[in-house]
Structure formats: structure tokens, C-alpha cells
């Protein structure tokens, strides 16, 4: 019914009017329409009041009409976000501003509604408020219960991108209901936040549909200790709408509530007097939120009146509903009215240019004692929460409850169930229900019931399936959890992405991956087995290095002034002997050795004391290749270079044989059992064996599903086995593999010593229990399964009912030929050997020169270096004529008296004078002095 009451108590043809616009149907009408007329005789303004019927679209059209008829210039509206988008639908096209007292709509401010004006905060700002006060207890989860309407959903959105955001923050669910009539259908909603375990539920609707709601939700027992309840603005700024008859129950305490801000100062204080005085049927109670920002709103929209008034800048509208215009003045009027600035009976009045209240504060509730209490605020200046007190939660509980069920008390689950051992198996007699099952994970079934206080029972698929996708749907235990026949498949269930996009899975309890199994046969005819650990370009670079380590130990040992062949070619070019002048001139392969104990002085006689063989390089080889095999030879070099360069040979030949050691064994192990494949993918190249993988089973769906179309093509073309039973049968007759999970093979086969796997495990997963998508237990069953895998409990299930079998040793290692990639390092390594051994070899060279330069004859460096580089017998002086025909006469006589004709030829040559003074005589003399280890030393 439409109501239109004129109250002119300072009639002034020519002025503005305004009018207040309100809901009949509102429980706080009559006090809000007396506060109304209170702020128009205080501000000494006409007012027009109009009224509606909620949910009336006809009523509110006409009620906005009339009110355009009567030429007013400024609406005040006190109503819903919906009913203020129609009135700003009407009323902004025809240039009438209007301010909504209680619209907080984040998305009713458009361009199309540019005249209308807002007192209350944006949703959007209570999001934030809500945000932060979840953070601040640590609830990281959320369901929300909002009515279907613009207010319920669109208030809803920033504090659903805010949880979307953040990295720990959840919301479970958001149920809606609808609001079409006076009484509201709710239960079914509540029902599902009850079976979801919710903890915290944030209801966001109106106050009219608030009572309902909290009354079920305590039927329900949703309203208890354990629960956090969160009424948004429109219930917590009118608490007495959820007042039943008059009071308010007991389990409204601890209910939490946010609101708009109250400044209560001395405007408040007189306002509140007025109000009492103007009704014997007024109370205090009636006063809220947005009873003072009807006051407000009222108060600004006569000054605005006023100011436009005194300059005469306006005239009153004359638009109608029912013909097209636009009031000229309407944007003088709107821009006079987001300008005004006043303390209000709430705060500071003030707009920004786009009509909304600069002012956003809120206040945290507490509901205690039947009141809400304010326990803290929060505000878009500072953008945190502050909380000046505890609050007291539902139940009189001082403790923040926890966001997450902590059990499942009075829940009955239906768990499907398979048996495969170890980790179900199913008695078939002598027993009922859940006590024929035993296993691993009936064990942790067990567990988890006592933990977590629910009862249950198994259900098996109909079609005995684990679970597969044919045509688009899925079968077995996987179909089961989807179509919501069980509540959980408490089994070693793999993980796959195909799975995970129908159901979600619990924290995994055991690591798993695919393997393939054959069973060992009793010898090989592989003669070349040997062979097999290295690839031949490993061999054939092995054995091009050998060659090259030994032409590089004897150049070394030839040129090196520290090794006894160079140091012997030094004696050659410095001893002017007669003995050395055999030494000279004989290079054939006779010359004759005189004993140690016959000393003649000679400087390559000394040379010769050395107890070490000659360089050589047949030597050189023969003690290289003998490093092949781990061996060593009497003959070692005697310089540094030479040494360092056989110290790393030999450490290159330890990785080589041990690395050889260790692959033929595998090697060796799996050619005795009769294995004739390496790998899983060689399956593809031979006829001999066959293999196969149990249909609608997780390896076939991984094989099937892999990028790699080789391990396709092996599930296609293999067989596709029906049950294990039939795959471990077809195992055990041999020339037959069989594809599967680690665990499942490792426990059936235990005692199968014959067993081997082909090559190594393959496409890692693990096992987790099935849990239909979004299903509330998740968060217990993962929480206590990650406590029993940390705790080693899984550990001791699978050690009790698969234990190890001590009759069958190691079957065998991971096997791999290995190629000249993998075996780089190895070779890189005597690279750098060789690399620093020449350097060497060139220190030794440099320094022995260096020490020839201070030794008479004093040569240059540049020459002492070409003496040492050069290879050729030539001694320093001319020989004496008839040298060579001496040294001859020396090998003849030595024929018949080696001892004698080698005596005989060490007698010295007359003295001969050398630059610098002294003789050669002298210098060989003071030679002679040293010990053999000495000349090496100092590089003669």
C-alpha cells in the first residue's frame, strides 16, 4: 500500500523538497520515519515521506513515481541494495539525486545510476574486515551461507578473491538459499555444512532471514562449542530481528558480527534525548546504524537544500515517470550535496566526487549477555584489525576453536574394498562383516576408526574392477567413489592425473613405481659376456690411451734430465773417458755390461749404478698395459714427470676396473639366470618372451597414457591379463613378463628366487586412499596418515604382513652398459695428467739448463737447452784421432776378458785447459766425487 505523508513545517513555495522513502515492511519503520522527521525539524526543512511493501516491484515503482510527481529534488531511501537499484533506475534518468541510507552493493554504483549517493561502506570493504578477521585467529577455512539475491552474492566477491589469493586461506563451500517469501528453505543447505564438517560459516543475508536460519542451525547442532559463527552488517546492525519473542536464546553467545562504526558524541547525546521525547512508545533499542544514517543522510540532503535555496541557483524539478526529460538542475544539486561536510550521529560525513562515504569503520561484535559488544574495529585508513578484548566464542568457549574437525564422531562410513595382499585379504569363512578383512590397510582403517571415532563398513565393486576409463566413464572402486557410493577406498590406490580429475586422494602412505619381472632360466650362451659392461668405443679409447701413456713415458724418460737415460746422454756429451768413449761410438745391442762391483770411474759408469732399468719402449708398454689388468712391473720411471704421469694412468685404471667390476657382476647375474633382455623397451625387438599387464589397472593406464609411444606400444601389444592371480601364474611358468607395481611384485614374488626384474623401476608414483572431490574427511584422513608414515607405523605394517624371505639373497643390481658419455670423467681426468706431466717434464728440462749455465764451459741458456733437447750421441769435444779405432780394439778385447779390456780402457786423457781456468781433468775429477743418486739430481 503506498503512503505519501507531506510534512511542511517551514513551507516555502519556491524551496526544494526532500523526501524520505522507506519498506513498510521494515521491522524499525516507525522509529526510523520519527528520526527521520526529527533531522527535518532540525535542519527546518520540508519532508515528504513515502512508504511500500517489500518485495512489491509494483509498489516500489509507484512509490518513486509519485514522489517525482510532487517535484522532489532529493530522495532519501532506506531500503535493500535490490529495491535501491530499482529507485536509482527510475530516479537517476530523470536528474534526481537520491541517497541510499543502507545499500551496500559494491556493484550498484554505475554509470547509468550517476545520481545516486551512499551512505553505508562498500561490501567490498566488509570483505577485507572478514579477511583479516579470519587471519587473525589462523582459520584457514571457510564456508559461507548467503541468500540468492544481488546483496547475498555481490557482497560476497571481494572477500572471495581475497581468500583466492592467499596461499593458506580456503573457502570449502557457498551455499545459497533462495528469499522468495516471508519463510525461507534453509535446512538443506545447513544439512550439507553439517556433513561438509564446516567450522566457521560467515551467513550473509538480510535480517529477516537471519532468525530462521541460526534457529535450524542450532536444531542441527550447528551451533555448538566447536563452531564459529560470522553475521555480516545487515544482521549485526539490526540484532533485535533475530530476537525470538522479544529475547534472545542462550546459544546466540558467542556469535561474532561486524558493523559499520558508532561515534557516539555529543550530537548523539541530544539526538538521543529528542528521541525519547518525541514517543512514550520509543526505546533505545530502536536506534541502529541506519536509523543514525537516516538522521545524517536527512540532515545533509536540507543543507544542500538550504544552500541551494539562499543563491536562488535551482528551480524544482518538473519531470515525470511518465514522459522523457531530464531535470536540468539535477547535477547542481547532486554536485551541492557529495560537497557537503558534517559531523553526523555516526562520524564524519563526507563524500567523494562519485557519491560514496569517505568515512569506512567498522566494529567488531561479540554477542554475550544478550547485546552485541564491541571487541574491536577495523578501517580503510589503516587497513588492520584491531582487537581490544578476548571474544567469548559459541558455548562459553574462551579458545579460538579450530577451523578443522577434529573427528568424525556419528559418521558411518561405506569404504570399498579388494583384496590384494598384503595389503587386504578377505576370510571367507568363520567370520561377518568387517572382521573377515585383514591387512595393511585394514590395520590403518582400524586406526584411523578409533582416532577419529567413526564406524564403517567394506563394500565391494560389482563389477571386482580397481578401476579403468572406458568410453568416457570410469569402473570398479574409482567409478564407486564417483557415483558417491562409498565414502573412501581405504586401498593402496596409484596416483595418476587421470584419476586426480575425478577424485582426489588422500596423503600418500607408501611409495610405488612399475617394474617388469621374468623368471630366470639356468645359463646363458652368450660367450662374449665379458664384453658386455663397456661400449667397444670405451674399450677401443682405453686401449689408444695405453698407447699413448707409454710413447709418452719414454720421451719423457729420454729427455727428462732427471731420468737415467737423459742423464746417461748428458754423461755421453761431457765425459772425455775412454770408457765413455766406447759408450760414445757402440750403439748396437752388444755392448757389454761390466758388473757393479768394477768402479771405473766414468761418469756413465756411475750412471749406470743406478738400480733402475733403462727407459725403453717396449718397458713403457709392458708396464702400462700390465696397469690394465691392476698389475706393476720391476721397471718404474725415475723423474718426476714420468712418475706423475704413471701415478695418474694408474688412477684412471682404478675407476676403469672398478667401474668394470661392478657392472660385469650384474652383468654375469643376469646372463646365469637366462635373461636375454636388459630393458624394458627391448621387449619390443625379440619373440622369445612374451608379456603382459593386467586389464583396467593403474600400469596399464600409465604405460597407455606415457609420452613416450614405445611404452604404449608395449601395453598394446602385450596381453591384456585378467586378475593377478592369472598374471603370477603365467610369471611363474616362465618365458613370460609381467608388468605391474613394485610393492604388489615384491610381496607375491618374495619367495620366488628365481625372480629377476628387467633393467630398472620405472614411472614413479605412490599410493594414496581414494576420496570422492571435495570431500570434507580429507583433511583428517591426510592428517593422520602423514602421522603414521613419520611415525614408521607403515613401515612395521608392511615388515608383519610381507616380511622378507632370508632363503633368497640379492637376485641382482641395476645393470647398464656404459658408453664413452658416462665414462668421460674418467678420461678427462688422464687428460689432465698428461697436460701437468709435460709441464713438468719442461720445469726439469728449464732448470737442468738453468744449472749449465754455471757449470764450465759456462754455455749459454739457449744452448744448454739444445744440448739437453738434443737426442744424439755427440760429446762436447773433438775426439782424439784414433779414438775410434781405440774403442774398437776395446769391443774386440772385451770379447775374450770383459773385466780386463774395460780396466784397460779407463786410463784418462792428458789434462786439456778449459776457458775460465782449471782443466776438464779437474771437472771430471770433482764429477767422479759424487754418488750415481746425485748426478740424477742435479741433472748430469
Known sequence: MLTIICFLLFPTSASLRVAYLSSSNDPYYEANVRIAYLAANASQTDLLHASYSSGSLMSLVHACCELVDAGVGVVVSDCVSAETATQADILSPLGVPMISVSATDPYLKTAARDKLITMSPSDSFQGEA?????????????????????????????????????PVLQIDHTLFFDIGGPIVNVKTQLLELKDSLAKVILLHCGSAYALQALNIANEIGLLGPSYVWILTEAISSMPSAIAVNGSYPSYYD???????????????????????????ETSLEDITIYSMQVFDAVTTAAKAVRELGEEEKVAPPQVSCDEEGKWGDGQTVYDTLVKQKHLGLVGDVAFTADGTNRRVKYEILNFRDDKFVSIGSWSNSTRKLNLSRAPRFLGGVNKPPSAFANNLIGRHLKLGALAEGPFMYEATEGCEGNKCWSGICHELVERLSQELMFTYEYVKPPDGHWGGEANGSWNGLIGELIQGNVDMVPLPLSTSSARKQVIDFSYPFMDAAITAMVKGESKTSNIWFFLKPFDSVVFLGMTLA???????????????PYGKHGAKLQALKTCLCKSCDMWRYDTGPHVIRRPKSDSTGCLVDKVEDINTEETSLFNSLWMIDAGLVGKATRFLPFSLAGRFLLFTWWFFMLIMITVYTANLTAFMTLNNMGVQVTQVIDLLGQTKLRWGVIGNRNPQTLLMTNQNTIYSKIATEGETLTDLGEALGRLRDGSFVFIDEVPILAHHLKDDCDMLPIGSEFQSFEYSFGIPKGSPIKYLIDRHLLEYRETGMIDELWAKWSPVNAKCETKVGNEIILDMKMLAGAFYILGAGILISIILLIGEVLYASILDVTKPPNPSFTEAIKRRLDLKREYLFAPKPGLRRQASMVHMTNSSNPRMSRMQSTSRPSSITIQGGGTLEHLIDSSFESPPSELLKHGL
Open 254 to 280: 558467542g556469535l561474532l558480527g561486524i558493523r559499520t562504526a558508532m561515534d557516539h558524541g555529543r550530537q548523539f547525546t541530544e539526538f538521543k534525548d529528542s528521541y525519547l521525547l518525541s514517543s512514550r
Open 546 to 560: 695405453s698407447v699413448l701413456v707409454s710413447l709418452l713415458v719414454t720421451l719423457k724418460e729420454k729427455i727428462s
Open 130 to 166: 572478514v579477511f583479516d578477521l579470519l587471519k587473525h585467529f589462523d582459520w584457514q577455512r571457510l564456508s559461507i551461507l548467503a541468500s540468492s539475491d544481488s546483496y547475498g552474492t555481490n557482497g560476497l566477491i571481494k572477500l572471495q578473491h581475497l581468500v583466492t589469493d592467499d
